[in-house]
Every structure is written in C-alpha cells, then in structure tokens.
C-alpha cells in the first residue's frame, strides 16, 4: 500500500463498513443457538399459542361468562371506535377485543425483545467474546461502529416483527375463522402500529441498551439494565386494559412519531458521546 | 504544504502518558509515563517489558483507538488522536489475544475484515484465498474457527493483520503460547515482512531470544517508562562493559590460578573443569591466556561470549526493581535512558 496521504479529517460515513458489520453481527446472531432459542420461543407463544387458544376457545369463554371481564374496556371505549362490535355476538366479541385490541401493544414487545437481545450482546457480548478488540482497530470511525451495531440489531428486530404479524395474521383469523365467519384481521391501525411504530420502539430499546452495554462489563447487566425499556410498553398494556389509553390509527401515529424523535435523540447523543477509546479504556 | 517533524520516522511520541483511574482522588494508575520515542521507517522495533509494563497501553495510542492523557505522538505522520481512522487504513495491529469470532469459519473472519480495511470488493476473494494458503489454513478455511488449535488462530489472526498490505505493522507478542515450528514460521514472516516488503513493525515481546534475533533496535520498559532504548549490542555493550569468557583447562587447583585483578563473577566448575568469568574488554583475552600458561595450566578451549539482550534485560530489570525500592510510590520523575 502507498505511503497516506497527508491527514485530512473530513472524511464520508463508510456504509460498507457499516453494512460489514451488520451483516457479521447478524451471522453470528444466528449461529447462537442461546441467543436464537429464546428469540424464537417467545415470539411463537405471543402469536400461536395464545391467539390460536383464544381464537378456537372464544365459543367456551364466552358461555362462562369471560366477557364480563371486558366490561370495563368496552364501556370506557370511544364511541367510533365501538361500532366495530356493532351486531357481534358474545364469541366474537371477546375475540376481536383479545385479538385485536389488547394484543396490539403487547405486539411491540416482539421487536423490542428481538432488538434488546442482540443490541445486549453487540458491545457486552464482544468483550465477553474477548473479539473488541481486533474491530477496534480497524479504520471504522466511532460514527460508524455505533451505526453498524445499530443496524445490526435494528434490522432483525424489524423483520421479525413484520414476519410475527404475517404468521399472526395467519393464525388469528384461521382459529378465529368459526366465530368470525370470514377474514378479519388486520385493520389500518394494526399495519400502523407494525410498519410505524413497533420499528420505533425498537430503536429506542435498541438505542438505550448499546448505550448501557458499551458501558457495563457483562451480558448479563446489560440486558437486565435494558430489560427497563420494557416499562413503557407494560403501561401501554395496562392502560389499554383498564381502559384509560386505546389505539387506534391517530394514537398510534402520534405515539410513533414521539418515539421517532426520541430515537432520534438519542441517535443523536449516542453518536456523540460513543467513544472507543472509553470503551477500550474498559477492557 | 505542512511540515510534520516524524516524516522521517514511523513513530514519534515526546513525553506520551497514560494514567487510568482518578489521580486526584489518589487512585490512578500510571500504564504509560512521559514515553519519548523514535521508530524509523522500514526497521523491526522491539518494545520489551513485563506483563504490564505497558506496552499494550502502548499500542493502543499510537494507533488511536486510546487517547493520552498526556505528551504527543505522530504515526506515519499522523495524529492518532484526531485522525485515527485514518492512521488505521495503513496499520495491522496483531492484538495480545487472537480476537477472532469463533462462530464465523476463517474465509469469513478474513473476508469481513478485508472489508472494514477497505480492501477493494473484487480483490477481498482474491486476497483472502492468498492469505489462506500462505498461512497453512486453507485447507481449513470453511470450518469455525471456534475448532481451531491455538496455531492455527495465532496464524489466522496474523493473515487477518496483513489483508490490507499495512505500513506499519504493530505484533502485540506474537508468538505467545505457540510452540516452536509454530513460533519459527512467524519469526521467519517477520524477517520477510522487514526485508521484503520495507514494513515497519513494532514487536511487543517479553520473548528476549525473539527480539535479539528479530529487532534492529530495541526499547525496554518498566512501569510504563522507557528505561533503555538501543540495539541489542550497543544496550549490551552500554550496560554490561566487558566479555564473558569460558576456559577450559585441565584439572588445576583454582586458587593459584593467575587471573586479572578486574575480573568479575568468578566461577570454577571442577566437573567439567571449566573457569567463567567476565574481563574488561577483549583484549585482556590473551594476556590471561598467556599468564594461564606460564602458571603451568594446559589451556584446551577459551570461549568468549557477547552479553546477549536477557543479560540486559535482567541488568534493566533489576536497576528499576532497585529504584522502585528507593522511590516512594507514584513518583514519576523521568528515568535517564542510557
């Protein structure tokens, strides 16, 4: 190689390296059976087990009177949004209540829980792995070692979340099918709330723990520190089931968008503040 | 055009330091102490020391990925500290432990950092394959590096140093742990990457027999200070003044032998009747030979012996043990390099 040419500091974002090292996170991602197991399971029993339980079972709770339990939800919903159980009898209602309301944010976890386990591991995980140190040497700028471990686990988290609600779509509406009589599922707010803003709450769990995870020494602390992200989606939930918060298309575009800018926030402060040579510093 | 006063040298540090921790609340920690130095172009350079003399510290600022609390450096005419990225397109840096992903087979381990290097997309394959087979592993190139010997990494992490033909090349001790056949192979690429390719290398070792054999000039280091920089023969000429000899001679008593009034570190082995010691400079040789045999001793072999690198080392290590006794703790007044 040539002798370099004299410094010069401006200098492009490298998005082959960027992609690099995306793509050698995602590979060794998914040859990690530990990592890969659990990120699997959980997502399979949040949309096969427990939509096909209550999709085959809706006819039974319903003769037992499970639909007092909605009461309160149904009674406290807006009014436009109640017409949707206009005509339905008891089955179908606890149905499309289960089905498509109160698992709508619980459907953020998936992404969210797929990116905190790999974003957990992108720094922590390395310095277990002893392999920091070689990736630290390399020509990547700060920039762009943070923008690669962001991908890294951003992207999956994404796909996963898109390909859980195809497999959901599936599963709610064929055990739903002999309560429902035909398709039902998904409406706008749905495709609102997977394409908008479960890729943004992932960036802001994501975001949080590569932050935490370039600054603790195990695994193990960063995910349990990242493991707090989970705290808003938990009061979403909540709020939907005691029926002060629902989501529809304006709510979940608005609370898209207010997790946009945190994202971008944090983007923004992550990339100033990451610095490798505080992180070598803790090796 | 500016003009960068290390143009001559691959590395220049004036006064670099490196303390970690909080030295205001008494609990820093000096790696590297007001370390002035030159590497020039093209020479083998050899950084001795302990484990945790600093010489990793050492090596993680002057390639910029760790910032000085202290003193300047320029790499290849660069600051590491503000272009960093830069410096690293034209440095390989073999780190202390391998650090290769074990769940990647090792064409993969090579073909990413081909890319983090930016070695062209159409020259990765190309590069990665010759690296292989240089090194010995392509006929494990798809297999997990996770189910290599520690061989076989130490080697696959030094092809992974070389994929983008550095300038300047840091070893961080390359043949730890290795065994022989394995530690001949990268003495004998050293030697090849020095001569051939005209590359600086920077060889962190605590293997004294490796830098002897490798280094055109060697730094020694204590505590993170330099305390000897040199060639291994003016360090052992500075340090160690005068020649150690064996003589062979027939059973005598070794009391009446006639030896010089200066000579040091006597020693008689009556089983194999064999005198040692160390005389001022060579040119005492054959007049000790000559009083040997006008005593009556029957001389049959006499065997001078340089001072080799350890004899230094071993001089250094127990001049800075000695000072460190008599220094209170955390003074950090500069060492004179002899």
């Known amino acids: 190689m040539s002798q370099p040419d004299r410094p010069g500091r401006e200098r492009h974002v490298n998005w082959r390296a960027i992609h690099t090292l995306a793509l050698r996170d995602l590979r060794i991602v998914t040859r990690s059976k530990a990592v890969m197991l659990p990120m699997l399971i959980v997502p399979l029993i949040f949309v096969v087990a427990i939509p096909a339980a209550v999709g085959f079972f809706a006819p039974q709770m319903a003769a037992g009177g499970e639909l007092d339990d909605f009461a309160q939800f149904l009674e406290m919903m807006p009014a436009s949004m109640r017409q949707r159980f206009a005509g339905y009898d008891e089955a179908q209602i606890i149905v499309v209540a289960v089905l498509e309301h109160l698992f709508a944010p619980m459907f953020l976890i998936i992404p969210l829980m797929v990116a905190s386990t790999i974003a957990a591991g992108s720094f922590v995980g ?13 020509p990547t700028t700060d920039t762009e070692l943070f923008l690669g471990k962001l991908l890294a686990s951003w992207i999956p988290a994404f796909l996963v979340g898109l390909g859980a609600f195809v497999l959901y779509a599936v599963v709610v509406n064929a055990s739903g099918w002999r309560v429902m009589g035909g398709i039902f599922f998904p409406n706008a707010m749905w495709v609102a709330l997977v394409l908008w803003l479960a890729p943004a709450a992932a960036g802001l769990g994501m975001g949080v723990i590569i932050l935490i995870s370039s600054r603790v020494s195990t695994f193990q602390d960063a995910y ?60 | 055009m500016t003009t960068y006063p290390s143009d001559d040298f691959a590395i220049h540090t004036e006064d670099l330091s490196r303390m970690f921790g909080d030295p205001s609340g008494g609990e820093g920690v000096v790696a590297v102490d007001q370390l ?11 950084f001795l020391g302990h484990n945790g003399a600093g010489k990793t510290t050492t090596v993680r600022l002057l390639n910029g990925v760790l910032a000085p609390t202290g003193g300047r450096m320029r790499v290849l005419g ?35 950092y081909a890319r983090l290097y930016g070695v062209p997309e159409a020259a990765v394959e190309g590069r990665v394959r010759e690296l292989l087979e240089e090194f010995g592993l392509d006929a494990r190139a798809t297999d997990l590096v996770g189910g290599y010997s520690r061989g076989m990494k130490q080697r696959l992490a030094l092809a992974r140093t070389l994929l983008h033909r550095p300038t300047l090349i840091f070893l961080d001790e390359p043949t730890a742990g290795l065994d022989p056949v394995a530690t001949r192979r990268v003495h004998e690429l050293v030697t090849r990457l020095s001569r051939r390719g005209g590359r600086t290398i920077f060889l962190c070792t605590h293997n004294l027999m490796e830098a002897q054999r490798l280094c055109h000039r060697v730094a020694v280091i204590e505590h993170g200070r330099l305390v000897a920089m040199g060639t291994p023969e003016d360090l052992a000429r500075d340090l160690r003044h005068g020649v150690r000899l064996q003589v062979e001679l027939e059973a005598c008593d070794p009391d ?37 045999v006008a005593a009556g001793c029957r001389v049959y072999r006499v065997a001078p012996e340089e001072p080799t690198l350890e004899d230094v080392y ?10 460190a006794k008599r220094e209170p703790e955390g003074a950090t007044g500069k060492e004179p390099v002899p």
């Open chain 2, 256 to 292: 009446a032998l006639p030896l010089p009034s200066d000579a040091r570190d006597v020693h008689w082995d009556a089983e194999a009747n064999v005198l040692s010691l160390w005389v001022p400079q060579r040119a005492a040789i054959p007049d000790l030979v000559a009083s040997l």
């Open chain 2, 314 to 323: 071993f001089a250094l290590h127990e001049g800075a043990a000695g000072r």
């Open chain 2, 78 to 112: 660069y600051d590491p500290v503000e272009d960093g990225a830069l410096l690293r397109r034209y440095t390989g840096v073999l780190t202390e432990t391998p650090s290769l992903d074990e769940q990647l087979s090792g064409r993969e381990n090579l073909a990413i």
């Open chain 2, 36 to 46: 002035t130095l030159d590497v020039r172009r093209g020479e083998v350079f050899g």
């Open chain 1, 224 to 283: 349990q520190l990242g493991g707090m992200v989970v705290i808003p989606v938990l009061l979403l939930v909540l709020g939907q089931m005691a029926g002060v918060l629902y989501l529809n298309v304006l709510a979940v575009m608005l609370l898209g968008l207010f997790l946009w800018v945190i994202d971008a926030g944090i983007l923004w402060f992550a990339i100033r503040t990451f610095k490798r040579s505080e992180i070598i510093a803790r090796l």
């Open chain 1, 126 to 138: 390395e310095k277990e792995r002893k392999t920091l140190e070689a990736l630290l040497h390399t």
